[in-house]
Nanobody, 119 residues
Framework: QVQLVESGGGLVQPGGSLRLSCAAS????????MGWYRQAPGKQRELVAS???????NYVNSVKGRFTISRDNAKNTVTLQMNSLKPEDTAVYYC?????????????WGQGTQVTVSS
């Protein structure tokens, strides 16, 4: 079972940048499809960006061109580089690891890190 710990959140002005990191332990991230989700107050959790085991990436339309997800299997980390941040990006960001094996689909979550974009 994998354990995930996010870091890198904080307060940033509109137009600024933040880099979120997700460090894994207990298992190799190479086995998992990885994603970053976010949840703003009063809203449902949404998938922001994902990166498959083979490296294919996908982004929600609202962050395309601004956010970049990457993975380093050797370091067991996943990173979300967020540029040109907007107030609507304010949310708690969660790292997700998805394991598909033997017909079972299992998700693991970090504790979340707060991102606040405000002047």
């Amino acid at each position: 079972q994998v354990q995930l710990v996010e870091s890198g959140g904080g307060l940033v002005q509109p137009g600024g940048s933040l880099r979120l990191s997700c460090a894994a332990s207990g298992s190799s991230l190479s086995l998992y499809n990885m994603g970053w989700y976010r949840q703003a107050p009063g809203k449902q959790r949404e998938l922001v960006a994902s990166i498959a085991r083979l490296g294919f990436t996908n982004y929600v339309n609202s962050v395309k061109g601004r956010f970049t997800i990457s993975r380093d299997n050797a370091k067991n980390t996943v990173t979300l580089q967020m540029n040109s941040l907007k107030p609507e990006d304010t949310a708690v960001y969660y790292c997700n690891a998805n394991l598909i094996t033997g017909g079972a689909d299992t998700n693991y979550w970090g504790q979340g890190t707060q991102v606040t974009v405000s002047s």
